[in-house]
């Protein structure tokens, strides 16, 4: 059967609540999320660090840059069809893209010259050049049609470990310096 509607109840400013439970507000506050970003900020500060310090990493990322370099350099002279190279630094911490007359290269990102200075680069600091050797020379040269004038081989040493890049029969590949 059916209940008789029942007449609503009134409330005046004296009469007692109805009995009502509280919800708790529902989402994220400023605050939790500003403190969750800090937790993460805080520990990509150390973690990055500590990551980018291991040799093998720092050493690892600097040479497979620098397989990366050569191979733009001898795209751009056979795209250019202009004489290209790359010069190693004397004191060993980096090396510019050049073509035959000289002039620096652009580099593939951004407006300025091809220019790699390891200890310019947060990433890369510490890297040194300890050895390069391309038909007696401290430079890796291309001709217009992109073949190599030598081969060769650069050392790439970070805190007591080194790796080899080698440049022969124009392939390009990295190893450990141990294996030349």
Known sequence: MLEPARAPIALTPNSPQPNRQKKPPFGISFLGIGLAMAGIATLAAIAIPLWFSRPSITLEGAANLLVEDILQVQENAIMQRVGS????????????AMDSSGLALRAPIGNGPYLRDYDMDAVF??????EVDFGGKRCLEFDQGGYSLHDGHVILTFRGKSKSVVFDANEVYVRSADER
Not at 85 to 96: K, N, T, V
Not at 125 to 130: N, Q, R, S, W, Y
């Open 85 to 96: 190279r790359i010069e190693f630094d004397l004191d060993g911490g980096g090396y510019q």
């Open 125 to 130: 600091e510490g890297v040194l050049i300890t």
